[in-house]
């Protein structure tokens, strides 16, 4: 998703005079919509399944960090002690 300067950002002026028109662009380009108040970037506006995708993709890179903390510590072992374990402490058979 690559932003276009002269068409993604935009100043909240400009979304209150012109709402419908940044959100067809928004739901027609599917590329966020950089939003300013004093020519500083203040907001970022978004269709929704973008959204949910990204916020899909943060949860997911949240719940590897720790996984990979963990490998990096050396908090790790075979794969088939775990098995073992695991099946023992369900009683799974085989």
């Known amino acids: 998703m690559s932003l276009n300067p002269s068409e993604d950002i935009r100043s909240v002026t400009d979304l209150k005079r012109n709402t ?14 950089v939003l300013t108040v004093n020519g500083k970037a203040d907001a970022v506006l978004m269709d929704t ?11 997911m890179a949240r ?3 720790s ?8 908090r790790t072992r075979p794969i088939r002690s775990f098995l073992k374990q695991f099946k023992h402490a369900r009683k799974v058979s085989r």
């Open 63 to 65: 719940l590897l960090a």
């Open 20 to 33: 419908k028109e940044i959100l067809s662009q928004v739901h027609r380009t599917k590329r966020p919509v």
């Open 67 to 74: 996984g990979e903390d963990d490998i990096a510590a050396g």
């Open 49 to 59: 399944k973008t959204y949910e995708r990204h916020l899909k993709a943060a949860n």
